[in-house]
């Protein structure tokens, strides 16, 4: 019974590890999506097109 209970503890901390440990948050598209920086300058230079057009 202890091996059982032992057992389960140790699945119950992989699937914590896999639902909250650091690699769930690192995804690949994951940096572009609050990159305000570079979207800032993206929106400056079309408005810049625009206006010389």
């Known amino acids: 019974m202890r091996k059982h209970i032992l ?3 140790e699945q119950l901390r992989l ?3 896999r639902k909250f440990g650091a ?3 690192k995804l690949p598209f ?3 999506l609050f990159d305000e920086a570079e979207l800032e300058v993206s929106l ?3 408005e810049k097109e ?3 057009a």
Request: glycine share 6%; net charge negative; proline share 0%.
């Open 7 to 9: 057992l389960l503890e």
């Open 15 to 17: 699937a914590r590890l």
């Open 23 to 25: 690699r769930s948050e």
């Open 30 to 32: 994951q940096g572009e």
């Open 44 to 46: 400056e230079e079309v």
């Open 50 to 52: 625009l206006a010389e």
